[in-house]
């Protein structure tokens, strides 16, 4: 069973610029999550998206965004790249996390996006 | 809000020695708890849950971790310790204040751990 896959790995824009990032979950998993990585702030929750609609939303602002596919995949994309959004962008995959109980999240190794 | 406090950000132990890592978490309602693990350049690996019952629970690679509510505690332990071990140990919270159900997970800073062989 293939894993969750982001691409790409590795990219470096300028700020400015603007970078949209790709998630395809494992068969099955309608539930895709992104997390944003740093050093300094750990794992900070930016979306969820379930059936192709946003179901939770993190504290980020307007720049960050995302969309789901019919088939799951996702995209997110980070407009008017700024210096301090250079990280590790992971998306997770997971069913569907009814009822209030979360369901296991599989991580891909994410995308490192570096601003210059 | 939810949070979560891994008070240990470097941790250093011999292969072979006992581990305990902790976590301390604040949550509103009935929480979940998970711990994760993070390789160099990898992404995040479950290695356990606690949703209800047993407060001790296993997980893979030897590893569990007990709840304990009153303390608002969630600790990870493994009685003998590898030197692949060495990773970024996460813990996070999540659960039912999440409207409309969804996975919405808070994490910790982490815990960085080192074996010396």
């Known amino acids: 069973k293939a894993g969750v896959t982001q691409t790409p790995r590795y990219l470096i824009k300028t700020r400015g610029q603007q970078v949209t990032l790709s998630c395809s979950p494992i068969?099955?998993?309608?539930?895709v999550s992104w997390y944003q990585q740093t050093p300094g702030q750990g794992l900070q929750f930016l979306f969820e998206y379930f059936s192709e609609t946003q179901r939770n939303k993190g504290n980020f602002p307007g720049r960050f965004s995302g969309r789901q596919f019919s088939n799951s995949r996702s995209e997110m994309n980070v407009s008017t790249l700024e210096l301090g959004d250079s990280a590790l962008y992971l998306c997770a995959s997971s069913l569907e996390g009814l009822a209030g109980i979360p369901g296991e999240l599989f991580f891909g190794e994410g995308s490192r996006l570096t601003v210059l | 809000a939810q949070s979560v406090t891994q008070p240990d950000i470097h941790i250093t132990v011999s292969e072979g020695a006992s581990l305990e890592l902790r976590c301390n978490y604040s949550y509103g309602a009935t929480p979940y708890l998970f711990w994760y693990v993070q390789s160099p350049g990898q992404g995040l690996q479950l290695l356990l849950k606690y949703f209800s019952g047993d407060t001790l629970v296993q997980g893979i690679k030897g590893f569990e971790a007990e709840f304990k509510r009153s303390q608002s505690s969630f600790n990870l332990r493994k009685p003998s310790v590898h030197w692949s071990d060495a990773a970024e140990y996460f813990c996070?919270?999540?659960?039912?204040?999440?409207?409309?159900?969804?996975?919405?997970?808070?994490f910790g800073t982490g815990t960085q751990l080192k074996v010396e062989l």
């Open positions: 068969s099955g998993h309608r539930s």
């Open positions: 996070a919270v999540g659960g039912r204040l999440l409207t409309g159900g969804g996975n919405k997970l808070t």
